[in-house]
């Protein structure tokens, strides 16, 4: 059955997905909204000009990115209480989802401006689906922390989670998060889908150990990146961390986390069920 036409709304902010790399990913109907908006708010003017060259769109274009969007935000809902209709595009995918488009979102509900959804594609969506990893369930976090105790913190809160995990990932700063998958979740199942829907769209699967090897093998690492984490055995991480000495699981926490000796000799002991008292006399080698 065919739905019937949607007619577009003056007053209204359409939330318009673009395509992540393949400009035949675009909808019929994303395309008609970007043609009859009155303006187009985006991430960047320059790529979003040249994806409606390609299409002859022409509309006048506002840039709306992270470093002003909260500005933008009011600037845009006063448009549309004004009668216009608006349309928040990202760079790729869908506006508000670990780009540009949350804030605009906020201050349109909170003036009671209408908020329309145009959806189509989303990396995280796409990376899952041909993954081969469990899609029953999963969990998204957008981008992990750029700095390495905060990301292993980050990572080793998700131990206990058994739906499939999602991250977006800097080609510089994988090998590195892989190697924090390892010691903070145990050697799981990973993908690495790079460049989705692009030329050079490669899909890499396999024991997060097998990824760093096969990727510190190459040159250099290119192109956005969707990693995605399979279940693993709720003990895995915990287990891992038993193994290690005291001396060393200190070390460790004082050097990765950047915790304080006193803090690093608590944690290792309650890792291990121990008070801090025999963990003293494990760590200066006695009995």
């Known amino acids: 059955m065919v739905e019937a036409y949607d007619p577009l709304m003056s007053g209204t902010i359409y939330l ?6 393949n400009l035949e990913d675009i ?3 994303a395309l008609r909204v970007l043609n009859e908006v009155d303006l187009i708010a985006c991430e960047d003017t320059r790529h979003t000009g040249r994806l409606l060259a390609h299409f002859e769109i022409k509309k006048p274009l506002l840039s709306c ?5 909260l ?3 009011a600037e845009l809902v006063n448009r549309v209480k004004q009668g216009e209709s608006v349309a928040v595009v990202s760079d790729a995918g869908m506006p508000g989802i ?8 906020q201050e349109a509900i909170a003036a009671g401006v209408g908020v329309v959804p145009v959806p189509g594609a989303v990396a995280a969506e796409a990376a899952l689906a041909a993954s081969g990893l469990p899609s029953d369930a999963f969990r998204f976090g957008g981008f992990l922390p750029a700095k390495k105790p905060q990301r292993r913190k980050a990572l080793e809160a998700l131990a206990g989670e058994t739906a499939t995990l999602i991250f977006y990932e800097a080609p510089h700063r994988i090998v590195e998060t892989l190697m924090d998958v390892v010691n903070a979740l145990g050697d799981r199942p990973v993908v690495v889908a790079r460049e989705l829907t692009k030329l050079h769209e490669e899909f890499l699967r396999g024991r997060a150990s097998m990824i760093v090897a096969e990727l510190r093998a190459r040159p250099a690492v290119k192109g956005e990146i969707t990693l995605l984490i399979g279940r693993g055995d709720q003990t895995d991480a915990a287990e891992k961390r038993k193994e290690k000495s005291i001396p060393a699981r200190v070390a460790e926490l004082i050097g990765d986390e950047q915790m304080s000796r006193m803090d690093a000799i608590k944690q290792a002991a309650r890792e291990r069920g121990l ?3 025999e963990a003293y006399r ?5 009995s």
Do not use: F, I, Q, W
């Open 16 to 21: 318009v997905a673009t395509p992540l790399g």
């Open 27 to 29: 909808t019929l109907r």
């Open 65 to 69: 990115h992270e470093h002003n969007e």
């Open 71 to 73: 500005e933008r935000a």
């Open 98 to 105: 670990s780009d540009p488009g949350y804030r605009v979102v």
């Open 275 to 277: 008070t801090k008292r």
């Open 282 to 286: 494990l760590l200066e080698g006695r």
